[in-house]
């Protein structure tokens, strides 16, 4: 709605106009109270007791019936104000006539009246007002002239009047209209800032670092969804709550941060806070100047940068490494042929066989981390088909007892009748099985029953168990089991379990080591598919 419509409607101009009826019925009051006062003396000439009377009451009833149809607020705004203003002015110029004149003073009244209804209508109508006093004032006045032979140098009072009805009304109408224009200006900072209020929370919640604003007193004036989450807050919070029942350990923070800067006069960079097993970065921003506006403070998941900074620091090495396998791959072929080529030879004593033999097992050792290093970079050249998963169980299982020249009563393989169909790498998760099997039987009792596969079903996923009846894993290596290079035995490469993760997360599964209180279970989790 725009301003001349709420003008015209009068929505916020209900109660001015209320307030100019109390005063009309206060005025009409007063005229009653004049007359009672002026009855037994005079001081008015060609004065009119009974027409005075009658005029006032007139104008007290009058002033009752529209302070009622104000309160009703029927007939509308732009139909009342106009035509109780022109009663008024009617009103004010008959009391005129009856007390006298204009020398009563009373015209004095028209000048109040038309402020008042021009400032209510924002300046509307004002010079109207004014135009329709004047010519009654001009009217009276010849009337006196006429009738009660007035001299001509009255006139001068009824022109000064006028003039200054129509300066007043001049004066209301500017105001009225720089009043309009201001309220223009105000009405679109206000939709401006609205805007921009949404704009500022759309983009702290699409934000990927928590935010939250403050006061002065540590008080929560705006928070983001992020915030609630790496603060870990159960409840929702409520606008102006303490920082202190919200997030009591950052409130703590905050304080003592704030005291050291303000008694240094240095501004620190950022700090570190550990909640729930995650350690978050906090900066700190005032508001303004300094603090006493309040202020902003920027909350980081520094746990997943660091992870982020590990991976980006993996994916440079591997890359790194590829190139330098590649490399060293020729060399190391030529190492392998002339050590094959020496050991045929028979003339050599068993020392020389058996430095032989140890040059061959290590070639073969470097050809296989090269191996695993080249695997590295086939995570992103993923061809996802659909697998009859208890059939590939099952293929896999006689395979691998065989190559791995395992008894068939030790390797054990239960589907639990499931027939599921999933959309994986054939080639990427034989080669994750493999892994975890050979290294479950490696460290099993090597009995029946040693190690098992498993399938399993969730509600929303597939479970493929591998375990072992071994020693299970230490747990110093806990912390370590899935990082590359890290291993445990002298001859291993630290790769297989890094880069089975790898492996199964290209495929948007994921793989787990589940803590048990004998042996060891890795289980892989495999989204359920529309084909399952």
Not at 331 to 360: F, G, K, N, V
Request: proline content about 3%; aromatic content about 8%.
């Amino acid at each position: 709605m725009s301003q001349d419509q709420a003008t015209l409607s009068g929505g916020p101009y209900w109660r001015p106009m209320a307030l100019f009826s109390c005063y009309r019925l206060l005025l009409a009051i007063i005229f009653l109270l004049s007359y009672v006062l002026l009855e037994d003396n005079r001081v008015w000439l060609n004065y009119n007791n009974s027409l005075y009377l009658g005029l006032a009451l007139a104008y007290f009833v009058f002033g009752l019936g529209a302070l009622v149809l104000n309160l009703l607020r029927k007939p509308s705004f732009s139909i009342q104000l106009p035509l109780q203003t022109l009663a008024d002015i009617g009103f004010i110029l008959l009391l005129m006539y009856a007390s006298g004149g204009i020398k009563n003073g009373l015209g004095l009244l028209l000048i109040v009246t038309i402020t008042a209804a021009s400032l209510i209508s924002q300046g509307r109508l004002a010079l109207f007002y004014a135009a329709i006093a004047s010519i009654g004032l001009l009217l009276e006045q010849t009337h006196q002239l006429l009738y009660w032979s007035e001299d001509y140098g009255d006139y001068s009072h009824a022109v000064m009047l006028s003039i200054s009805c129509f300066a007043t009304a001049w004066l209301a109408h500017s105001l009225g209209k720089r009043a309009t224009q201001h309220a223009l200006l105000a009405s679109q900072r206000g939709v401006d800032l609205e805007n921009l209020a949404q704009i500022n929370q759309l983009i702290t919640d699409e934000m990927e670092d928590g935010v939250l604003v403050v006061d002065s007193e540590l008080r929560l004036r705006h928070r983001n969804q992020q915030a609630d989450h790496l603060l870990g807050a159960i409840k929702e919070p409520r606008h102006n709550q303490p920082l202190a029942e919200y997030a009591p350990e950052l409130e703590q923070m905050l304080q003592q941060w704030q005291q050291r800067e303000r008694g240094s006069g240095k501004r620190r960079s950022a700090l570190k806070l550990r909640l729930d097993k995650r350690e978050l970065r906090i900066k700190l921003r005032p508001v303004g100047e300094d603090y006493q506006q309040g202020s902003v403070v920027f909350i980081e998941d520094w746990s997943q940068v660091q992870t982020q900074a590990q991976q980006l620091k993996l994916a440079a090495l591997g890359r790194l490494t590829a190139n330098i396998a590649h490399e060293i791959r020729n060399p190391l072929s030529a190492i392998s042929h002339a050590t094959q080529l020496l050991q045929e030879d028979e003339s050599h004593d068993p020392a020389s066989q058996r430095m032989l033999q140890i040059i061959s097992d290590n070639v073969q050792r470097m050809e296989q981390m090269i191996k695993d290093v080249l695997e590295l970079n086939r995570r992103d050249r993923t061809k996802q088909q659909e697998i009859r998963l208890a059939e590939f169980l099952r293929e896999f299982h006689d395979q691998f007892y065989q190559v791995e020249k395992i008894p068939p009563q030790s390797f054990v393989l239960d589907t639990s009748d499931l027939e599921p169909t999933i959309l994986f790498d054939h080639r990427h998760l034989h080669q994750v099985l493999w892994n975890l099997c050979r290294n479950g039987w490696r460290h099993s009792r090597q009995q029946d029953a040693s190690l098992t596969l498993s399938l399993k079903e969730e509600a929303r996923q597939w479970l493929i168990e591998i375990r072992d009846d071994g020693n299970g894993i230490p747990l110093d290596a806990m912390p370590h089991l899935f990082e590359p290079f890290f291993t445990t035995e002298s001859t291993g490469t630290g790769l297989g379990l890094y880069i089975a993760r790898e492996l199964c997360e290209a495929n948007g599964s994921t793989i787990e080591h589940v803590t048990t209180e004998s042996g060891c279970i890795f289980l892989i989790h495999i989204k359920k598919t529309e084909a399952a």
